[in-house]
């Protein structure tokens, strides 16, 4: 007798607070991950340019992930994580 599995993930996910808002982006760091989909460069590059332009961002640290197919792998976390971010913005484009 065949055996049917269920693919999707019934667990629930546990409720967590939203990480605080910054009241402001001057002069802080910000890490833009692109997450390799076609067109996500040119979108953060001309998110770049507006983030320091308009917002005084200090520093910009791009990241990238190999495939936007599956998370980021540890060792682009890690890389992340290392540049000590105020805040990450993750990009997707087509």
Do not use: C
């Not at 693919?7 to 001057?26: D, G, T, V, W, Y």
């Not at 682009?76 to 087509?94: C, K, N, S, T, Y």
């Amino acid at each position: 007798m065949p055996i049917l599995i269920n693919p999707m993930n019934e667990a629930l996910p546990e409720a967590q607070a939203p990480a605080p808002r910054l009241k402001s982006l001057q002069a802080k760091r910000v890490v833009l991950l692109d997450i390799s989909k076609p067109g996500g460069s040119i979108f953060l590059d001309s998110l770049e340019q507006w983030l320091r332009e308009r917002y005084g961002v200090s520093e910009i640290v791009r990241e990238r992930k190999p495939t936007f197919a599956k998370p980021a792998p540890d060792d682009v976390m890690a890389r992340l994580l290392a540049h000590r971010p105020d805040a990450v913005i993750e990009a997707l484009a087509d």
